[in-house]
């Protein structure tokens, strides 16, 4: 390990946030122990830092899947800056459940965001990916609205016939649709709306923007995998089907459909040491054989991680390169 990569391993953010609904951000001093973000706590210490850490990133424990280092690049260079941040909770008819999320930022282009798989609304901020895009958000160029899963009770929902699984999926998109892209509207009147997602929440974010692209202007999808039957044990059925991108793109007939797909921006990226890549490869040589322009972006080596979606996130959230 050369000195570069000890200071990473090593190093501790130069500020941390805490803030309530609604409150402009707090920045804690370094010497402090415990900050606190939206009532939670959290340890310090570089070794404890949360991985993406769900079911679909298990593998990287494995010695024969052992993740390569990345370069380093802090996301905290220059001054710590003031976010607008606020948290929401609804009852959703959609789910029949109380749903939550967090709003970044005070205006630009509306940015939906899906966590990985079985998490939750605030992993991005805990991820620091709302540093990953701090000029984005500081200038108004752009808001981001963090949405919360209910992936333990659609795909990763063992105990449930795959069918249940697919259906629980449809009431989230519902959700989605039908309750937070509206409320994206009430809060920012911007046209330009973006869906983005690493891992699992890619699948998420591939899906919905390509179920309902005349809703969105650019996807972002980091590392996903975008053929759900890995998540249905071999079972498979029409409703299944509705919500496997790699199935259902070469199946799309729709002019305007088409049409809305062809006008917007669609960012694939993932490594090229990933085990997912041919699925990437595979759906973007699908969209293309439907005249669907993509960006396919291999990365070197495994970037199935937090440090390499927050280079991605800020090389992409402008648009391909």
């Known amino acids: 390990m050369d000195d570069r990569e000890e200071r990473a391993e090593n190093r501790t953010p130069p500020f941390f946030i805490a803030a309530s609904a609604s409150l402009p951000v707090r920045f804690f001093d370094r010497d402090q122990q ?8 959290f340890r310090r210490g570089g070794a404890a830092r949360r991985l993406c850490g769900r079911a679909d990133c298990v593998r990287a424990a494995s010695p024969e899947h052992r993740r390569p280092r990345p370069p380093f690049s802090s996301p905290f260079a220059g001054e710590p800056f003031i976010v607008h ?22 205006g630009g282009a509306r940015m ?75 809060r920012n009147g911007n046209p330009f709306l973006i869906a983005t997602g690493a891992s699992f929440g890619a699948y998420h974010a591939v899906n ?40 259902y793109v070469s199946t799309i007939d729709d002019h305007g459909h088409l049409e809305a ?9 993932t490594g090229e040491g990933d085990s997912f890549v041919d699925n990437n490869r595979y759906l973007s040589g699908a969209l293309w054989g439907k005249g669907v322009g993509n960006a396919l972006r291999l990365w070197d080596g495994w970037a199935h991680d937090w440090p390499w979606w927050r280079d991605m996130i800020r090389a992409y959230v402008g648009g391909s390169d």
Request: aromatic residues 12%; glycine residues 8%; negative net charge.
């Open 34 to 41: 415990t900050p606190i973000v939206a009532g939670r706590l």
């Open 85 to 106: 941040r606020e948290h929401h909770r609804w009852f959703s008819p959609s789910l029949g459940r109380d749903m939550e999320l967090l709003v970044f930022g005070h």
């Open 112 to 186: 939906l965001v899906f966590p990985t798989s079985m998490g939750r609304y605030y992993e991005w901020e805990d991820q620091r990916m709302m540093d990953a895009l701090g000029e984005h958000i500081r200038n108004g160029w752009l808001q981001v609205f963090c949405v919360d899963s209910v992936d333990a009770e659609s795909w990763y929902a063992r105990g449930k016939h795959p069918h249940d699984r697919a259906v629980r999926q449809g009431q989230y998109e519902d959700y989605i649709v039908r309750e937070v892209i509206p409320f994206t509207q009430s």
């Open 208 to 247: 919905i923007a390509l179920r309902h692209p005349w809703l969105f202007g650019r996807v972002i999808g980091l590392s996903g995998l975008y053929d759900i039957r890995e998540q249905t044990d071999g079972y498979y059925d029409d409703t299944v089907a509705a919500q496997n991108p790699s199935h």
């Open 261 to 269: 797909m062809r006008r917007m921006d669609i960012i694939l990226a």
